[in-house]
Structure formats: C-alpha cells, structure tokens
C-alpha cells in the first residue's frame, strides 16, 4: 500500500511558476512509475507527465512539454513537478499517482493504469 499526499499548490499570475511536491509512504516507492495528472472543472482527468522508477525516463504531454519538469527523489520518497511559464489553461485540481510498474509504457498516458491516488492539490492561474 502507498498513500501519496501532494503539496505546493496555490494561485500564481500567468508566467509565473509552481513547484507540487508528492510525497510518498512505504519502503518500495522506487519500484513505482510515478505520475501527475490534473482535472479542470467540468473536464475529465488528463495527463501532464510521468517518470520511471530511476528517473532515467519521463513522459510529458505535448501541452506542457518544454514548461513543466517531472524529477524524483527515491531517497526522500518524493516526486516533484516544476512548472514554469504557467498559463490560465494549467489551471485544474493536480494529482500524483503511483503505479505497481517500474518502467513507463503506452499505459503510462492513462488514468486507469495508476493503482494509488493522491488527494490532489489546487493550481489556479490568473491571467
């Protein structure tokens, strides 16, 4: 079992940057793929970025590619996503989330392949 609890939400003007931190329980979080999705009101869950076990590999959805970095810390237990150049669009409710696989996959790119779920943190950006 692994319980994920995020922080470093909140409310930044448009260019600005956030940095969500997702911490992590349990003895075996670096045999986990670690993801972040968000979800806007009104919207279905979508992903943003996702990081195998090492670090080695990540993922990025083409709407934040080039703005937001996905790294972890298999020491501290803990994934953080730096996000810069933030624009109103970016804002949503953002979720880490933990999958029983270590390398990332075609799966990666989807909710329903995650097993454990943070309770979310809220990123709201004004224009």
């Known amino acids: 079992q692994v319980q994920l609890v995020e922080s470093g939400g909140g409310l930044v003007q448009a260019e600005g940057s956030l940095r969500l931190s997702c911490a992590a329980s349990?003895?075996?979080?670096?045999?986990?793929?670690m993801g972040w999705f968000r979800q806007a009101p009104g919207k279905e869950r979508e992903f943003v970025a996702a990081?195998?076990?090492?670090?080695?590999?990540?993922f990025y959805a083409d709407s934040v590619k080039g703005r937001f970095t996905i790294s972890r810390d298999n020491a501290k237990n803990t994934v953080t996503l730096q996000m810069n150049s933030l624009k109103p669009e970016d804002t949503a409710v953002y979720y880490c989330?933990?999958?029983?696989?270590?390398?990332?996959?075609?799966?990666?790119?989807?909710?329903?392949?995650?097993?454990?779920w943070g309770q979310g943190t809220q990123v709201t950006v004004s224009s």
């Open positions: 989330a933990a999958v029983r696989r270590p390398s990332l996959y075609y799966g990666s790119y989807h909710h329903y392949t995650y097993d454990y």
């Open positions: 349990g003895r075996t979080f670096s045999s986990y793929a």
């Open positions: 990081i195998n076990w090492s670090g080695s590999s990540t």
